[in-house]
């Protein structure tokens, strides 16, 4: 199914979108490690918004949208957190990668290695020339991720909001199979539907369409178990 967007949707959205960059432009003024990266986007914008590599009728599982520097970075810091130790140098996939900020936030904030994975040919040579600039372990492929090995990323993560449930069941199936015990998940608006996955963490965060219920979850034996 298409979706199509009107006026005050389009008015709500461009609202949303300065307020999304004076919060990410805050966020990295204290943080010198994330500078090149925010003027490597800001550069890009002057050319063309990401929005105008996309579709702008896309069906359910192809909708764009981007998490903000600051989100993922929020997020990341939740999963150190509850593994109690740092993610520097364990290697984490983006399913849909988009424009690539939350992996370039993991790869230039954590030091983590990243792999992302996006259809769209034209966001990919952009994260690319992006990464390029920076210079920072991340790659991005244009590939179906489904078709793809998961195997031996600590870290995966997915915004399936606008997903059919036919798709999250798709990922879910394959996420608990080629997830080792020990690795992460997380998904947007919704947990991944599985006695192997168990809910780690919950909790409400800002993306470029809005507020999204972010879950953080954990790879365990097909037996939930009751401790981290």
């Given at each position: 199914?298409?979706?199509?967007?009107?006026?005050?949707?389009?008015?709500?959205?461009?609202?949303?979108?300065?307020?999304?960059w004076?919060?990410?432009?805050?966020?990295?003024?204290f943080?010198?490690?994330?500078?090149?990266?925010?003027?490597?986007?800001?550069?890009?914008?002057?050319?063309?918004?990401s929005?105008?590599?996309?579709?702008?009728?896309?069906?359910?599982?192809?909708?764009?949208?981007?998490?903000?520097?600051?989100t993922?970075?929020?997020?990341?810091?939740?999963?150190?957190?509850?593994?109690?130790?740092?993610?520097?140098?364990?290697r984490?996939?983006?399913?849909?990668?988009?424009?690539?900020?939350?992996?370039?936030?993991?790869?230039?904030?954590?030091?983590?290695?990243?792999?992302?994975?996006?259809?769209?040919?034209?966001l990919?040579?952009?994260?690319?020339?992006?990464?390029?600039?920076?210079?920072?372990n991340?790659?991005?492929?244009?590939?179906?991720?489904?078709?793809?090995?998961?195997?031996?990323y600590?870290v995966?993560?997915?915004?399936?909001?606008?997903?059919?449930?036919?798709?999250?069941?798709?990922?879910?199936?394959?996420?608990?199979?080629e997830?080792?015990?020990?690795?992460?998940?997380?998904?947007?608006?919704?947990?991944?539907?599985?006695?192997?996955?168990?809910?780690?963490d919950?909790?409400?965060?800002?993306f470029?369409?809005?507020?999204?219920?972010?879950?953080?979850?954990?790879?365990?034996?097909?037996?939930?178990?009751?401790?981290?």
């Amino acid at each position: 199914m298409k979706l199509r967007y009107n006026t005050p949707m389009i008015l709500y959205h461009a609202f949303w979108q300065i307020l999304t960059w004076f919060r990410e432009a805050l966020f990295v003024v204290f943080r010198p490690r994330y500078w090149r990266l925010f003027l490597a986007f800001q550069f890009e914008y002057f050319l063309h918004s990401s929005y105008y590599y996309v579709d702008k009728n896309p069906d359910e599982n192809d909708v764009f949208g981007y998490t903000p520097f600051f989100t993922a970075a929020r997020i990341l810091k939740k999963i150190e957190h509850w593994q109690g130790r740092s993610l520097r140098g364990e290697r984490m996939l983006d399913l849909g990668s988009g424009d690539g900020r939350f992996l370039l936030t993991g790869a230039v904030g954590f030091g983590l290695v990243g792999l992302g994975m996006e259809l769209n040919e034209r966001l990919v040579a952009k994260c690319q020339a992006i990464t390029h600039y920076i210079k920072c372990n991340a790659e991005f492929f244009d590939d179906d991720f489904m078709k793809g090995s998961w195997i031996g990323y600590e870290v995966i993560f997915v915004a399936w909001t606008t997903f059919t449930p036919s798709r999250v069941k798709a990922i879910t199936d394959k996420a608990v199979e080629e997830m080792v015990p020990g690795a992460w998940l997380v998904t947007l608006s919704e947990p991944a539907e599985h006695d192997a996955l168990t809910v780690i963490d919950s909790f409400s965060a800002w993306f470029s369409w809005g507020l999204s219920r972010v879950y953080v979850q954990r790879r365990y034996c097909r037996e939930k178990q009751s401790d981290i």
